[in-house]
């Protein structure tokens, strides 16, 4: 016997995949085309404003509301003298070793919440009690274990979206069809493998979105840190234009720490959460 | 590959001469839900020798599925004892495995890794565990997707991924619980077919739980009729003279179909009574 579509299929798949290149590119183009007008409308109302409330009624100063240009060239010269890239990579440089320590250490605390009601029942209230503090409660207690140092920001960014990914962590576990664990356990898969093998696949998924928000979560800790202690940073330039009256300066750097928040966002949790849920089958592909 | 062959690879004990493969003795289960209490079976005995195909029957609710669950180790018996090759069952283990209405295959996974995931399970490593995930993919004529996503396959493939992914392990028992139920119509005959060519060619003993008389007519050598709450074993039926392969429509089973849903009748009229609340309510199989 002979099953139906074994030698249509893969044909399929073949022309479905040469056709993907050529639509990829138009799509991209046309988003390109869609950001920059976007992005252009929100100046042009910028821009607007500027001149109806500065120049025209003058009921605004300059040095408080500057226009679009003057942020721009603030942008281009702090970039030119190397403060912004040095400020924005010390950031980042906090934000990735931060994030790098709270990612899996949430996804473990996750998954002990949800391996044992006893590891359950100790620790979940303390996670959601630390999830209800906002992240800035931590400085002062930061500062005071570790000094005013690279040490406390990174604390700081930890506890501030640990606690997300392993909300989020135990949440997606609870979906899992129990089918799946049923079939896995029926094949004699138990103890810790039911976990390596069976829950953290598949609960991935969730995974990416709860480390999406952890991301967010770091991305403002790491700020709010930085805003409240010293060194060299994104938070620091902020405070040294607030010093200076530079409005320009506080603005731009604000465009900079959007960009670079949504910049990762987009261009590696989220297409990193569209590959896999299009792995899982999540996604309803349209012929 | 021929019976010997499987006989040769297979890490579990083999069958003893007169001892029967999966015996269960006096077999009881209530369920309790608050207050009410639902006996499920009712001393049930029941004996499968090696390399028979046993179709389970009965109304929904008599149990059928819980017994499965029971030999697969899922679920404990209140009283009783389920034996496999002699040996009490003490829990899930891969000699006893289930397959259910739905694949249960693992998303995360290609076809031939869901296969090689219960050859893990069991053990088998390196070179070997493709190659034998390969050769029961094949068996199922699947071998041409095994890099193929899970979502990419019909309702019917996942189900014979499914399949392949059991008699890979080279059970002692294959549990299945309505497997073909969700399926169209014209992938359920194909299965048909396909799972008794490969009960001949592995020799395994299948337990295959349904609804449909006909179903049970065209895989089973014998096929147990159950009775509605509590479940008892009300009849069985030989299929020795009907001549395989069979077909869903085949005329041949006609008669014994008959007969079977005869039996049935009564059992499925209680069902519903009890289900609906109302004795006056007819239903014609």
């Given at each position: 016997?002979?099953?139906?579509?074994?030698?249509?299929?893969?044909?399929?798949?073949?022309?479905?995949?040469?056709?993907?290149?050529?639509k990829?590119?138009?799509?991209?183009?046309?988003?390109?085309?869609?950001?920059?007008?976007?992005?252009g409308?929100?100046?042009?109302?910028?821009?607007?404003?500027?001149l109806?409330?500065?120049?025209?009624?003058?009921?605004?100063?300059?040095?408080?509301?500057p226009?679009?240009?003057?942020?721009?060239?603030?942008?281009?010269?702090h970039?030119?003298?190397?403060?912004?890239?040095?400020?924005?990579?010390?950031?980042?440089?906090?934000?990735?070793?931060?994030?790098?320590?709270?990612?899996?250490?949430?996804?473990?605390?996750?998954?002990?919440l949800?391996?044992?009601?006893?590891?359950?029942?100790?620790?979940?209230?303390?996670?959601?009690?630390?999830?209800?503090?906002?992240?800035?409660?931590?400085?002062?207690?930061a500062?005071?274990?570790?000094?005013l140092?690279?040490?406390?920001?990174?604390f700081?960014?930890?506890?501030?979206?640990?606690?997300?990914?392993?909300?989020?962590?135990y949440?997606?576990t609870?979906?899992?069809?129990?089918?799946?664990?049923?079939?896995?356990?029926?094949?004699?898969?138990?103890?810790?493998?039911?976990?390596s093998?069976?829950?953290?696949?598949?609960?991935?998924?969730?995974?990416?979105?709860?480390?999406?928000q952890?991301?967010?979560?770091?991305?403002?800790?790491?700020?709010?840190?930085?805003?409240l202690t010293?060194?060299?940073?994104?938070g620091?330039?902020?405070?040294?234009?607030?010093?200076?009256?530079?409005?320009?300066?506080?603005?731009?750097?604000?465009l900079?720490?959007?960009?670079?928040g949504?910049?990762?966002?987009?261009?590696v949790?989220?297409?990193?959460?569209?590959?896999?849920?299009?792995?899982?089958?999540?996604?309803?592909?349209?012929? | 590959?021929?019976?010997?062959?499987?006989?040769?690879?297979?890490?579990?004990?083999?069958?003893?001469?007169?001892?029967?493969?999966?015996?269960?003795?006096?077999?009881?289960?209530?369920?309790?839900?608050?207050?009410?209490?639902?006996?499920?079976?009712?001393?049930?005995?029941?004996?499968?020798?090696?390399?028979?195909?046993?179709?389970?029957?009965?109304?929904?609710?008599?149990?059928?599925?819980?017994?499965l669950?029971?030999?697969?180790?899922?679920?404990?018996?209140?009283?009783?004892?389920?034996?496999?090759?002699?040996?009490?069952?003490?829990g899930?283990?891969?000699?006893?495995?289930?397959l259910?209405?739905?694949?249960?295959?693992?998303?995360?996974?290609d076809?031939?890794?869901?296969?090689?995931?219960?050859?893990?399970?069991?053990?088998?490593?390196g070179?070997?565990?493709?190659?034998?995930?390969?050769?029961?993919?094949?068996?199922?004529?699947?071998?041409?997707?095994?890099?193929?996503?899970?979502?990419q396959?019909?309702?019917g493939?996942?189900?014979?991924?499914?399949?392949?992914?059991?008699?890979?392990i080279?059970?002692q028992?294959?549990?299945?619980?309505?497997?073909?139920?969700?399926?169209?119509?014209q992938?359920?005959d194909?299965?048909?077919?396909?799972?008794?060519?490969l009960?001949?060619?592995?020799?395994?003993t299948?337990?295959f739980?349904?609804?449909?008389?006909?179903?049970?007519v065209?895989?089973?050598?014998r096929?147990?009729?159950f009775?509605?709450?509590?479940?008892?074993?009300?009849?069985?039926?030989?299929?020795?003279?009907?001549?395989?392969?069979r077909?869903l429509?085949g005329?041949?089973?006609?008669k014994?179909?008959?007969e079977?849903?005869?039996?049935?009748?009564?059992?499925?009229q209680?069902?519903?009574?009890?289900e609906y609340?109302?004795?006056?309510?007819?239903?014609?199989?």
């Open positions: 016997m002979s099953s139906i579509t074994s030698e249509a299929i893969p044909q399929l798949q073949q022309r479905l995949n040469t056709a993907q290149p050529l990829l590119a138009r799509k991209t183009g046309l988003t390109l085309l869609k950001v920059g007008l976007y992005a409308g929100l100046f042009a109302i910028w821009y607007l404003v500027y109806l409330m500065v120049e025209v009624f003058q009921v605004w100063i300059s040095a408080l509301f226009a679009p240009v003057d942020v721009l060239v603030s942008l281009v010269d970039a030119a003298d190397g403060s912004l890239w040095r400020a924005a990579s010390a950031s980042l440089a906090r934000l990735f070793i931060g994030f790098g320590i709270a990612l899996p250490a949430g996804i473990l605390i996750g998954m002990g949800a391996w044992g009601r006893w590891f359950r029942s100790l620790v979940g209230p303390i996670v959601l009690g630390f999830q209800a503090l906002p992240s800035v409660c931590w400085i002062p207690l500062i005071l274990w570790f000094g140092n690279e040490r406390a920001i990174i700081v960014v930890v506890m501030g979206s640990i606690f997300s990914v392993t909300i989020a962590t949440d997606s609870k979906l899992i069809p129990p089918l799946l664990l049923k079939a896995a356990s029926n094949m004699g898969v138990k103890g810790l493998a039911v976990f093998r069976v829950v953290l696949p598949a609960s991935l998924p969730a995974i990416i979105s709860g480390a999406r952890g991301w967010s979560f770091a991305w403002r800790s790491l700020l709010g840190g930085e805003l010293a060194g060299i940073g994104l620091n330039l902020l405070n040294q234009g607030r010093d200076l009256t530079d409005m320009a300066l506080v603005m731009a750097v604000m900079v720490i959007i960009a670079l949504l910049l990762f966002d987009q261009l949790i989220t297409r990193f959460e569209a590959y896999i849920r299009q792995r899982y089958g999540l996604v309803s592909r349209s012929l | 590959m021929s019976t010997t062959e499987l006989q040769v690879r297979t890490s579990q004990p083999a069958a003893t001469p007169g001892i029967p493969r999966l015996s269960l003795e006096g077999i009881s289960k209530t369920f309790r839900s608050g207050n009410t209490r639902m006996t499920a079976l009712d001393n049930i005995n029941l004996e499968v020798t090696p390399g028979e195909f046993v179709c389970l029957v009965g109304p929904s609710g008599c149990g059928k599925s819980t017994i669950n029971l030999v697969a180790g899922l679920e404990e018996p209140d009283s009783g004892k389920i034996l496999i090759n002699g040996q009490p069952v003490t899930p283990h891969p000699d006893r495995l289930l259910f209405q739905e694949p249960a295959l693992f998303p995360w996974l076809v031939i890794g869901n296969i090689e995931f219960g050859l893990k399970s069991v053990g088998i490593n070179k070997e565990r493709r190659e034998r995930a390969l050769e029961y993919l094949a068996k199922v004529h699947l071998h041409k997707f095994a890099k193929f996503r899970v979502h396959l019909s309702g493939m996942r189900q014979r991924v499914a399949i392949a992914r059991a008699l890979a080279n059970p028992v294959l549990l299945m619980d309505e497997p073909f139920s969700a399926l169209d119509a992938t359920r194909i299965l048909h077919t396909e799972l008794q060519q009960w001949t060619e592995t020799g395994k299948i337990l739980v349904t609804h449909n008389v006909r179903e049970a065209t895989l089973g050598d096929i147990v009729l009775t509605y709450r509590p479940g008892r074993i009300k009849a069985e039926f030989s299929t020795a003279h009907l001549p395989r392969p077909h429509e005329q041949a089973q006609t014994l179909v008959r079977i849903m005869g039996e049935l009748q009564g059992e499925v209680l069902a519903v009574a009890s609340g109302d004795a006056r309510l007819r239903v014609d199989l």
